[in-house]
Each structure stands twice: as C-alpha cells, then as structure tokens.
C-alpha cells in the first residue's frame, strides 16, 4: 500500500485539489481514458460546507478540471446521505446542483439506487450497484468528529456507498465492525480528505474548526489513523481502524507514513468562531496563527475540556507567527521557540499538543 500522505494549504480549494492530484500522479494511476471515474463526497445532510459536515464542492471541481485536463471524460459524482435526510436536499444546499450543471456532469443519488450482497471478509454486507461499477473511486470525506465513533473520515465515508436498510443495520451492529468489513469490498482508490472546517464534535457540523487544509492519500487506514493524532485521539479509541487493519485495508502505523508537503499553512482570522470554538479558544492568545497550528491547538483543549482538565486554567497559551521573537511562559508551534515551555512542530499535531500540555501547563 502506498504510504503518502499530501498535504496543501490554503483558501483556493480548486486549485489545492488540482495540486494534489498532480503530486500524486493520479493520471498515471487511472492510464484508461475511458475509465469509470467516481467522485464520493461526504453528504450527510442538507448543510452548507462552511458548517463543518459537507465537503466542499470547490474540491471535485478542482479534480474534475484535472482529469479532463488528462483525457478523462467518464465522471460521474456519487452519494447517499444518512437516512435521516433525502440525498436531494443535501445535493442543493451543498452547492452540488451548481457544480453538475456547470459542469455538465452526472449525479447519482445512492438512495435510489439498486443492491447486491457481497461477502466482505466474513460479513454479508449490502453495497449500492452503481458504487460497484466503477473503474476508479476517489473518495471525499470530512475530517471532523462524531458523537458515536469519535472521528469520521477515509473508512467511515463509505457507509454513502450502502442502501438506508444497511446503514440501519450498521448501528445494530455496533458501527466499527460493519465499517471496517464494508473497506474489504468497496472500490478504494484515491482519498482527498476535506480538511477545511470540520466540525469538532459531531457528524452533522455547527462547530467548525477553520484548518485550511486537504489531505491526500491512497491507505484509508493510514489517512484515518493520521485523523486521529490530528484531533487528539489514539488509534485505538476508534477500533474500526484496528479491525481494517487486521483486514488487509491498510496500515494504521502513522510513523510509516511518507508525508509530502507541498505548501506552507497560512493565517487564519480568529474572529466570527462558532460557540464552542469561542468557548475554547478564551485559553488562547494568538497572533498571526497559521489555520493548522491553531486548529490542532482547539483540537487539543476540546480534548482536555471532555476529561473536564480545563476548568481551573487561567493562563493563555501563545501561538502565531507574531511570538518569532518574543519570551514567555508557554506556547505552542515553533513560532513559540524562545518561550520557557514550548511543543515544536509546523504544524504540531493535537494529540502532541495534548500530551505536552497535560505535563507542563499549569
């Protein structure tokens, strides 16, 4: 299984998913020109991205503009949200109603779609037909969190590709199981993870975390298990990701991972954060904080705030840019390196974060 793991900033998503695919050499990945190409964005409910719960449609025009550009003309778009909402409403208040007409390109809504059983390792699971048709499936999560299984992105993104009456089973099974089995059958090719805003809680946005990021990789096991450093988990608190490993998915080993950076991350404004961001961030001074430095920062007090750690904190945290050559008692990010206590990385991640401040913050 291919190791690399992409990373790019910044706010002109288009361009950020056309520069993944080139690194990546994705063309060279398909070769058919006449190949099937599936598009799977997460598309859970009727919400806007910039809620924290859809992706971004900014990112599939981005890589339908690279694939045409390559000879790539067989694209469909492909989804089904949770059984809860109709695949309809979410396509038009996402902004996927503009994009295929704009495009010119085909929508199939999961929900409508006929089944077939497949014997997935061991467990007969039901998978949508047109899902199991396709040549070459690039898969669109949202990095964000979830009330059930902690996190959600690569592995859990593909429940979309199974009818209502097995994601109803799914929660009768327990979650993790039946997710990790589904990944031994369904076609996975390539992962862009919308790493933008993703809520920080629950699976249906309202508290995005501003990141400014997308990810890309080919081993859901390894994408999600880099999920899991990057809002302040272990592997092992989501054991759908052990169980797909133990599979032959992929490998959840985060040190084996080959990580390609092809930006630097950018500043993002602090102000006009959800409640919850808000809540947190009052632990924060920041000044001039690059998006993925601060958002691995809120990942790392929500982590703390849940084992109820943050209650009798009073002194703020420093992070940005604005700290390169100044003093102080602790901070965050190499920006902070002359403060007394300091957690290096550019970006850190947040289960860093965690650990260094359950240890030296006051």
Known sequence: MNTDLYMIYGTNYQQMARDILEAAHIADEIKDPHARIALKPNL?????PDLGATTHPELLAGTIDYLRDHGFNNIVIMESSWVGCKTGAAYKKAGYQKLCHDYDVPFIDLQKDTWKEYDAKGVT???CDQAMKVDYMINFPVLKGHCQTYITCALKNNKGLIPNVEKRRFHTMGLHKPIAHLNTVVPINF???????GDLDFEEGGNPVMMNRVI???D???I???????????VDDVPYIRIAEKLGVGCADITQANIVELNEPVVVPTDHQ????????????PIDACSACYGSLIHALHRMNDQGMLRHHRESIAIGQGYRQKTGKIGVGNCTHRFEL??????????????FLEKNWE
Do not use: W
């Not at 859970?44 to 806007?48: G, S, Y």
């Not at 992962?191 to 805003?197: L, P, R, T």
């Not at 409640?275 to 947190?280: A, E, G, I, T």
């Open 342 to 355: 300091c957690i290096h990385g550019c970006p850190p991640k947040a289960s860093e974060i965690l650990e």
């Open 224 to 234: 999600d298990a880099f999920v899991c450093e990057t809002m302040g988990y272990d």
């Open 220 to 222: 859901p096991v390894l």
């Open 274 to 285: 959800p409640y919850q961001v808000r809540h947190l961030a009052r632990y924060v001074q």
């Open 216 to 218: 890309g990789g080919f």
């Open 191 to 197: 992962i862009m993870v919308d790493n933008i805003c």
């Open 44 to 48: 859970v409910l009727d919400a806007h």
């Open 125 to 127: 699971i039901k998978v």
